[in-house]
């Protein structure tokens, strides 16, 4: 390397540290997703909706220690580590119980701990010098990034997936098997859904285009699904799909097929007699009728007919909204990925290559941590839920304070951080931090875990893919059964954050002068 080089490598670790993304990550968890979350949990509602919890703002304060005696004092990371503590700050949750009608004013609870990052905003290491550091017996060249529970140090790892709200598209055997697959995982406030839309050759004489998503049993055929979402018409459904011609003849003969796993539901006299309004109406509530038959078999009518919309609504590409009036929009975007799915079959585009870095997202510890603290207050507000039933069928007078057990939270994301056993059945997302030599601190902060089983080849996924050049590291990764799945970030990767969607659109909106429908 020139001398040039070296200069602008200096400049790099002027601006970054190799462990930024951890903490970036972590800070913004701390000032923002945690409102987000509480922001978005449906509200405690008490006998009947007669007395409502409504809930505030929260406030993390400083890493402090409770003491025997009942007192508070403040705790640096070396006394955490000495003594086996937690090294971790108080949370308090603006909260008010109100009865019909009242609004009574806010107050501040005591909700639990949340485990606090080295140099991290709300850690008393942040922005100190290195004569400081040193006052508080720690390390001026350790860069943080890290969490003590119980004394002992650990790491959060970062997490590798199939990048979210991403239409997938995948051969499947030859091109002359005409066998596709197009794949979204569509994820909405932690709830992730796996919709698949595959195009094979049926067993039977039915449909090639076949679908599925979670909490339906099996596959459906899409038109049947395109028409539950309000595509109702043959021509709306071919339209909608595509121009070519040639794809529109294979579109009408599964629009053929399915019109006879439909016969069942349909009125004939409906369709011949009534007006075109009422002929829509009906084909919809027939295909409705048919995912209802499927997702609350032997159930009464009315039921499989709610079930039905609340599966759609809920747990179809949950991304684009769970309000009935983004039906339409899921038929769109189903119908663009349907023809993106009839192009590969028809070799006219090339399937994506899931090992392609562009299909990958990195998750760093405040996107774990998001995960983590959303399922710990979902249990808080259950538990506190159960404790207020529990005083009202008693008859005793109602106490937000008594009602909220600290340890629910505490416990929940302790006990992950400390065993690495994370929500979602992820084991070994928390690591003990490798304190051989400072090089292993460093690399084991910057490790990267790809989720595939250790026990199946992958030989694809464990290659070296050309698309990770500058991004991971071509050398450093285990030998045996974790080569190629446990990987570390070259030295000059830095991890981009995401940004706010309306930000994006509200830019966009500026250039062109024209409004975004979302």
């Given at each position: 390397m020139t001398v040039n080089n070296w200069k602008l490598v200096d400049a790099f670790f002027d601006k970054y540290d190799l462990v930024d993304h951890h903490i970036k990550s972590y800070n913004d968890f701390v000032n923002n997703r945690i409102q987000n979350i509480i922001d978005i949990t449906d509200p405690i509602s008490l006998d009947d909706g007669k007395y409502t919890l409504k809930t505030g703002k929260i406030r993390i304060e400083k890493p402090s220690n409770k003491e025997a005696d009942g007192s508070r004092?403040?705790?640096?990371?070396?006394?955490?580590?000495l003594r086996n503590l937690n090294y971790s700050a108080d949370m308090y949750l603006e909260m008010a119980l109100n009865e019909e009608g009242e609004d009574n004013p806010l107050e501040e609870v005591y909700i639990g701990e949340l485990p606090v990052m080295l140099k991290s905003d709300i850690c008393h290491l942040n922005g100190l010098s290195d004569e400081e550091l040193i006052k508080k017996h720690e390390d001026p060249q350790d860069l943080g990034g890290y969490f003590?529970?119980?004394g002992s140090e650990r790491a959060v790892v970062t997490m590798e997936e199939i990048a979210p709200n991403k239409i997938i598209l995948e051969r499947i055997g030859e091109v002359e098997d005409r066998h596709a697959k197009a794949v979204v995982t569509s994820i909405k406030s932690g709830f992730k859904a796996r919709i698949t839309l595959e195009y094979k050759k049926p067993r039977k004489n039915k449909a090639f285009l076949r679908i599925s998503f979670p909490y339906l049993p099996g596959e459906i055929p899409l038109v049947i699904l395109l028409r539950a979402l309000g595509l109702s018409t043959d021509q709306e459904i071919i339209t909608a799909i595509s121009d070519d011609n040639n794809f529109q003849m294979m579109i009408a003969d599964d629009i053929q097929v399915s019109s006879e796993e439909l016969n069942n539901f349909i009125d004939q006299s409906i369709i011949r007699n009534g007006d075109k309004d009422e002929v829509r109406q009906h084909l919809q509530d027939a295909a409705i009728k048919y995912i209802g038959n499927r997702v609350a078999k032997n159930m009464p009518k009315d039921y499989r007919y709610k079930r039905a919309k609340d599966v759609i609504n809920r747990y179809l590409l949950p991304h684009m909204?769970?309000?009935e009036d983004k039906?339409?929009?899921?038929?769109?975007?189903l119908a663009e990925m349907t023809e993106m799915l009839l192009e590969v079959i028809e070799e006219k585009r090339d399937p994506h290559d899931k090992d392609h870095y562009t299909n990958k997202r990195l998750r760093v510890s405040g996107d774990l941590?998001?995960?983590l603290f959303r399922v710990a207050f979902t249990n808080l507000t259950r538990d506190m839920s159960y404790q207020l039933e529990r005083s009202l069928s008693r008859g005793k007078e109602l106490s937000i304070k008594q009602a909220v057990r600290s340890d629910v939270l505490t416990e929940n994301i302790k006990h992950a951080i400390a065993t690495g056993n994370w929500v979602g059945g992820r084991a070994g997302v928390s690591q003990l931090l490798d304190r051989t030599s400072y090089m292993g601190t460093l690399s084991h902060l910057r490790r990267v875990v790809s989720p595939l089983t250790r026990s199946q080849p992958h030989f694809e996924a464990r290659d070296l893919h050309p698309t990770q050049f500058g991004k991971i590291c071509p050398n450093e990764t285990p030998e045996g059964p974790n080569c190629g799945l446990v990987k570390n970030l070259a030295l000059l990767c830095n991890i981009s954050e995401g940004s706010d969607d309306q930000k994006i659109i509200d830019v966009i909106e500026q250039m062109d002068g024209i409004e975004i429908r979302r």
């Amino acid at each position: 390397m020139t001398v040039n080089n070296w200069k602008l490598v200096d400049a790099f670790f002027d601006k970054y540290d190799l462990v930024d993304h951890h903490i970036k990550s972590y800070n913004d968890f701390v000032n923002n997703r945690i409102q987000n979350i509480i922001d978005i949990t449906d509200p405690i509602s008490l006998d009947d909706g007669k007395y409502t919890l409504k809930t505030g703002k929260i406030r993390i304060e400083k890493p402090s220690n409770k003491e025997a005696d009942g007192s508070r004092s403040i705790i640096d990371p070396t006394e955490a580590r000495l003594r086996n503590l937690n090294y971790s700050a108080d949370m308090y949750l603006e909260m008010a119980l109100n009865e019909e009608g009242e609004d009574n004013p806010l107050e501040e609870v005591y909700i639990g701990e949340l485990p606090v990052m080295l140099k991290s905003d709300i850690c008393h290491l942040n922005g100190l010098s290195d004569e400081e550091l040193i006052k508080k017996h720690e390390d001026p060249q350790d860069l943080g990034g890290y969490f003590i529970v119980n004394g002992s140090e650990r790491a959060v790892v970062t997490m590798e997936e199939i990048a979210p709200n991403k239409i997938i598209l995948e051969r499947i055997g030859e091109v002359e098997d005409r066998h596709a697959k197009a794949v979204v995982t569509s994820i909405k406030s932690g709830f992730k859904a796996r919709i698949t839309l595959e195009y094979k050759k049926p067993r039977k004489n039915k449909a090639f285009l076949r679908i599925s998503f979670p909490y339906l049993p099996g596959e459906i055929p899409l038109v049947i699904l395109l028409r539950a979402l309000g595509l109702s018409t043959d021509q709306e459904i071919i339209t909608a799909i595509s121009d070519d011609n040639n794809f529109q003849m294979m579109i009408a003969d599964d629009i053929q097929v399915s019109s006879e796993e439909l016969n069942n539901f349909i009125d004939q006299s409906i369709i011949r007699n009534g007006d075109k309004d009422e002929v829509r109406q009906h084909l919809q509530d027939a295909a409705i009728k048919y995912i209802g038959n499927r997702v609350a078999k032997n159930m009464p009518k009315d039921y499989r007919y709610k079930r039905a919309k609340d599966v759609i609504n809920r747990y179809l590409l949950p991304h684009m909204g769970i309000e009935e009036d983004k039906c339409h929009d899921k038929a769109i975007y189903l119908a663009e990925m349907t023809e993106m799915l009839l192009e590969v079959i028809e070799e006219k585009r090339d399937p994506h290559d899931k090992d392609h870095y562009t299909n990958k997202r990195l998750r760093v510890s405040g996107d774990l941590m998001e995960d983590l603290f959303r399922v710990a207050f979902t249990n808080l507000t259950r538990d506190m839920s159960y404790q207020l039933e529990r005083s009202l069928s008693r008859g005793k007078e109602l106490s937000i304070k008594q009602a909220v057990r600290s340890d629910v939270l505490t416990e929940n994301i302790k006990h992950a951080i400390a065993t690495g056993n994370w929500v979602g059945g992820r084991a070994g997302v928390s690591q003990l931090l490798d304190r051989t030599s400072y090089m292993g601190t460093l690399s084991h902060l910057r490790r990267v875990v790809s989720p595939l089983t250790r026990s199946q080849p992958h030989f694809e996924a464990r290659d070296l893919h050309p698309t990770q050049f500058g991004k991971i590291c071509p050398n450093e990764t285990p030998e045996g059964p974790n080569c190629g799945l446990v990987k570390n970030l070259a030295l000059l990767c830095n991890i981009s954050e995401g940004s706010d969607d309306q930000k994006i659109i509200d830019v966009i909106e500026q250039m062109d002068g024209i409004e975004i429908r979302r």
